[in-house]
């Protein structure tokens, strides 16, 4: 299913989306640092790319605005649990307690949010001017996607691969095992991520993918638990200020 990512805006959701429905807040990178905590700013002022530093307070701001939508608290009440479920780590995937699960990625320019009510959801957002080498990322693709993007004519590889690896983002940020797992066993040609060997504990309920068919050279897919019926498009989300 392919939803656009138009201009309409919804700048304000009270209540959960409905199961089978996703709300996606888009967020501009920068401007955004009302809802940093204390540890937060330390982790912040780590980071040696200044542009890592904006996306990185931009994100943690933005999912604590979204979210207290949502749980009909202040963003500074909102609670965001980050432990790995795999390793006990605090860098596993954003939970929050409530009606809601969500899911974050971002580029340069851009985080995305993804909130759905029912069940769990995975959110990749990539930009189409990657300087990644493609032929190096091929082992990243089962056999039956090698094949395929083989006969991928050269100006449409781009493209072709980021649908496929933000598809396989989602599906491993939805059941939180991040990039520590093999994506070379996960194929993502069709409506179902199918997992072959990709880890030990691999949910085995179904993972639905969804590209998001987004303007300028983003590439957006979703992965849910819950068989998908709609994209709802969210803001971009005012400014908001602590006082």
Request: glycine share 10%.
């Amino acid at each position: 299913m392919d939803e656009i990512w138009g201009e309409a805006a919804l700048p304000v959701a009270a209540s959960a989306p409905p199961p089978g429905v996703c709300h996606l807040w888009p967020v501009p990178v920068g401007g955004r640092t009302s809802w940093i905590s204390d540890e937060e700013w330390a982790q912040a002022d780590r980071f040696l790319a200044e542009h890592a530093r904006r996306t990185f307070l931009t994100s943690r701001s933005a999912q604590r605005e979204v979210a207290a939508r949502y749980l009909g608290v202040l963003p500074g009440e909102v609670t965001i649990e980050r432990t790995c479920r795999r390793c006990g780590g605090p860098h596993g995937r954003p939970a929050v307690q409530g009606p809601i699960d969500l899911s974050v990625s971002h580029t340069r320019e851009w985080v995305v949010l993804a909130v759905v009510g029912s069940g769990r959801v995975g959110v990749d957002l990539e930009h189409q001017a990657t300087t990644r080498d493609l032929d190096s990322l091929t082992g990243t693709l089962t056999g039956a996607e090698r094949t395929e993007f083989a006969a991928v004519p050269e100006p449409a590889r781009t493209e072709w691969f980021l649908r496929r690896w933000t598809r396989k983002e989602a599906a491993v940020k939805l059941t939180g095992h991040g990039l520590a797992v093999r994506f070379d066993a996960l194929d993502t040609r069709g409506p179902l991520a199918i997992a072959d060997g990709v880890a030990a504990d691999w949910p085995t309920e179904d993972i639905h993918l969804t590209d998001v068919r987004v303007g300028g050279d983003l590439v957006v897919a979703l992965a849910t638990t819950v068989p998908p019926t709609s994209v709802v498009l969210c803001g971009p989300l005012p400014l908001a200020r602590s006082a």
